[in-house]
């Protein structure tokens, strides 16, 4: 198994920065894309940004150039920066992460991390 702890969640005032980190630990065989994605209540959750173990980004439209999504593979670790954040940014952020076993990938979430902004 595998298990995700999230922090650097928080209320942050419209404009201001927030630092998202995601670390994974346990049974872990290789590490492939690991990601951000948010939910707001009532809607589905969605793809925030992803990087491969490679490290290529993909990033939805709605943060393109405010935030960067990183990963140091040796922690084991992937970062969401958050800069010139708005109110619609507010919801619960969560990260998956992929373990590519030798019996396929499985894909882990994390208990999800609150991000507030106020306007």
């Known amino acids: 198994q595998v298990q995700l702890v999230e922090s650097g969640g928080g209320l942050v005032q419209a404009g201001g920065s927030l630092t998202l980190s995601c670390a994974a630990s346990?049974?872990?065989?290789?590490?492939?894309?690991m990601g951000w994605y948010r939910q707001v209540p009532g809607k589905q959750r969605e793809l925030v940004a992803t990087?491969?173990?490679?490290?290529?980004?993909n990033y939805a439209d709605s943060v393109k150039g405010r935030f960067t999504i990183s990963r140091d593979n040796a922690k084991k670790t992937v970062y969401l920066q958050m800069n010139s954040l708005k109110a619609e940014d507010t919801a619960v952020y969560y990260c998956?992460?992929?373990?590519?076993?030798?019996?396929?990938?499985?894909?882990?979430w994390g208990q999800g991390t609150q991000v507030t902004v106020s306007s």
């Open positions: 998956n992460v992929n373990d590519l076993t030798t019996y396929g990938t499985r894909g882990y």
């Open positions: 346990g049974s872990i065989f290789r590490l492939g894309v």
């Open positions: 990087i491969t173990s490679g490290g290529n980004t």
